[in-house]
């Protein structure tokens, strides 16, 4: 029994259609094999990475960042957190951890101030780490800490106030509002000032 070309060509391709193709990865093909085609280029030879990416390797997503001040309180603690942390963030855990006031606080990596908005992410290393170095600057006390308010006795005070002016301390204070206003606006105003305290007594 005799097939046209064109039936085998079909049957042909419809067998090849069911076989899956599978190249090995370091398959590459020779020159020679290609024979002559015009306009053919043969592209180099690429390496392979027969390295397989391991799927349950851990994401890093804190960062381990070591801290240490430079001076005086002298302490060296050791912060995990997450990327998106800022250095405010930072400052915040470090006040925590040595009772140092959050706005005594200053942030240096590699000799740079570090401003209170910049992340975590952009100072650590391919390893996720980093080395901050703190600086402590003097801060103002807290109120709790402050000394107490001097208690007033109001009624010692008032006591003082019910003592009468004699006539040397009216005299005084007279001659120190005429040299300060003049003599004719100093004896009004004196005349004011001392009506009004008789008639507050």
């Keep these: 029994m005799s097939v046209d070309e064109i039936t085998f060509s079909k049957a042909f391709l419809h067998l090849l259609a069911n076989r899956p193709i599978q190249y090995s990865d370091d398959y ?9 085609r015009t306009g053919l280029v043969l592209l180099t030879h ?34 995990n957190a997450p990327y998106t942390d800022t250095m405010l963030n930072i400052k915040s855990k470090i006040a925590t951890e040595t009772g140092i006031a959050l706005n005594g606080l ?40 402050m000394a107490p308010t ?9 006591r003082d106030i019910e003592k009468e002016i004699d006539e ?9 509002v005429r040299e300060k206003l003049g003599t004719v606006q100093g004896a009004k105003s004196f005349a004011k000032l001392k009506q009004g305290y008789l008639q507050s007594k």
């Design 46 to 79: 690429m390496p392979y990475d027969k390295r397989k990416r391991d799927r349950n390797a851990t994401v890093i997503t804190n960062a381990s960042l070591s801290i240490k001040s430079i001076r005086a309180p002298k302490f060296a603690i050791s912060v």
């Design 168 to 176: 040397d301390t009216w005299l005084a204070i007279e001659h120190l």
């Design 150 to 158: 001097q208690t007033i006795d109001v009624n010692e005070e008032n």
């Design 106 to 145: 200053k942030l240096l990596v590699k000799g740079k101030v570090l401003p209170d908005t910049r992340s975590v992410r952009e100072i650590v290393d391919e390893n996720g780490a980093a080395a901050i170095m703190v600086m402590v600057t003097p801060t103002t006390a807290p109120t709790s800490e």
């Design 28 to 36: 590459k093909i020779e020159s020679h094999q290609l024979g002559e």
